[in-house]
């Protein structure tokens, strides 16, 4: 842990967004408003105001001063606090950058969705080059950063022209908590499947419910669904038959599923896929699926818990092929536990010899309940600039090869202070994915551990609520949340304010 202690401050709630900064130099930080002997940085910060401008400076001993000004004329008490949090907020990290050498491209930007905040300036109708400057001034992005940000809803803007006019629609996930084994990385609602079919089959039961009564309250209020994305946990861990009937539950209880624009489910475990799996899939028109190799290096496998081989990957990916599947996701992950360059080098070239529609490259990152942040020193991991590079060599290879950023989001604990982007084909974008991460549309989660997020669509005002993720609990009261669920979507879609 890293004890920063500051001068020059004494209001608290300062302390969490200077922790957060920190932790984009540092593994971990503690913040004090304090001298203390075991401190190992001191930064001084000077203020200045008046009615019309704040002015602040921060140094660490010895170091550079750097000083950030905002107007804060007219402004209520919010904005007020606002303008002066992110003053001081662009002071420290200047002061730390100068301090460590280290530079970082998103800036004071630590929230997940980056790209909302473009799409905002769109929707306002301003030019690209005042929201550009705008993001700059706030966050202090690079122009790098944000030109990534500027192709990707470019992308999305093409792929779906209604974007801004779905709101009066949803997005549907539905999550299957169930896994052949867990991943070290991973803290998705997920448990090893075998020995657990009695789990399964009354977990089933109460999807099927949540299936039927969601799909009911869209008919009757004649809602349309946009997207339907299955996942977990891995949703092809249930045998053939139960994804049959679960599909056929799909089509019975949602309205117009012809009509749904993207029906995904993610095959992302090789070890799950089965020729009768990939059947059923047929059988319901459903071909897009992720089969995900994370990595092409058998030893990175094994340390992570993936009990697959990299030639059953290869070996499911063709077999999905086979059985008419014409729209395959690959999940590939940068900064694996002893994968360097050369182990990327290895998987891009693998990746090359298939060539998925899409492939979502993702930065790791250490997930606060997974097993690898609790034994962290068994994992060694690559240094910043090694994670920065292998970033790059990802951006060339997807141009390269004609895919094109679609989406992104950002972790707390991401190596590099990076990011995770979908690259996909032209015309093989996902369409949940965006809908998902630029949080344009309510998006109902439906099975244990599922997140729904209604999203008001006049107000936008953002209502999250989630299921237990435990499968002893969904059993136990999946009809209370679907009941607290059908509440909700009644305030969001049905309030007087909304007709």
């Avoid at 550009?132 to 202090?140: I, R, S, T």
């Avoid at 092809?236 to 749904?260: C, G, N, R, W």
């Avoid at 030639?311 to 014409?326: F, P, S, V």
């Avoid at 982007?421 to 998006?443: A, H």
Wanted: proline content about 4%; charged content about 25%; some cysteine.
């Amino acid at each position: 842990m890293k004890l920063i202690s500051i001068s020059g401050l004494t209001d608290e709630r300062f302390i969490r967004p200077l922790e957060h900064i920190g932790n984009l130099f540092f593994e971990d930080t503690k913040v004090v408003f304090e001298r203390r002997e075991e401190e190992e940085l001191h930064i001084d910060f000077k203020v200045e105001s008046d009615e019309k401008k704040f002015t602040v400076s921060g140094q660490a001993e010895g170091e550079s001063s750097f000083s950030c000004t905002k107007n804060i004329a007219e402004l209520n008490e919010k904005e007020y606090f606002k303008q002066i949090k992110n003053a001081i907020s662009q002071s420290y990290l200047m002061v730390l950058e100068d301090y460590t050498g280290i530079i970082q491209k998103w800036g004071i930007l630590t929230g997940i969705r980056p790209t909302k905040l473009l799409h905002r300036h769109i929707q306002n109708n301003v030019s690209a080059e005042f929201a550009h400057q705008a993001l700059k001034d706030e966050y202090l992005i690079s122009d790098e950063k944000i030109a990534l940000m500027q192709k990707i809803i470019d992308r999305q803007l093409t792929v779906i022209p209604d974007l801004y006019d779905l709101k009066k629609e949803v997005s549907i996930y539905i999550g299957i908590p169930f896994c052949p084994t867990k991943c070290a990385y991973c803290t998705f609602p997920a448990y090893a499947i075998n020995g657990r079919q009695g789990s399964v089959s009354s977990f089933l039961g109460g999807l099927h419910y949540e299936i039927n009564k969601i799909g009911e309250w869209l008919k009757e209020n004649n809602i349309r669904i946009t997207t339907v994305y299955y996942g977990g946990g891995t949703p092809t861990s249930i045998t053939a038959e139960e994804m049959d009937m679960l599909y056929e539950q799909m089509h019975a209880s949602f309205p117009d599923v012809d009509k749904i624009r993207e029906l995904t489910v993610e095959a992302g475990r090789p070890d799950t896929i089965t020729p009768e799996k990939l059947a059923v899939l047929n059988k319901w028109k459903i071909d897009r699926i992720s089969i995900n190799p994370q990595s092409y290096t058998q030893e990175t496998l094994k340390a992570i818990g993936r009990h697959h081989t990299v030639e059953e990957t290869i070996d499911k990916y063709h077999l999905a092929r086979k059985h008419g599947m014409n729209n395959i996701n690959m999940d590939l992950i940068i900064g694996l536990p002893g994968e360097g360059i050369q182990e990327f080098q290895h998987t891009l070239d693998q990746t090359q010899a298939l060539m998925p529609e899409s492939l979502t490259v993702h930065t790791l990152s250490f997930k606060r309940a997974s097993e690898m942040t609790r034994n962290r020193a068994k994992y060694k991991v690559a240094e910043r600039s090694e994670v920065e590079s292998m970033m790059h060599m990802a951006e060339k290879w997807t141009k390269d090869f004609g895919y094109v950023p679609y989406y992104l989001y950002r972790q707390k604990n991401i190596l590099g202070n990076l990011e995770n982007v979908g690259y996909s084909k032209p015309n093989k974008e996902s369409i949940y994915n965006i809908m998902m991460m630029e949080e344009l549309q309510t998006v109902i989660g439906i099975g244990c551990g599922a997140s729904s997020k209604f999203i008001h669509p006049v107000t936008g005002k953002i209502t999250q609520f989630s299921n237990p993720k435990d499968p002893k609990t969904y059993n136990d009261s999946f009809e209370d949340y679907t009941n607290r669920k059908i509440a909700l979507l009644n305030e969001h879609f049905l309030s007087e304010e909304v007709n």
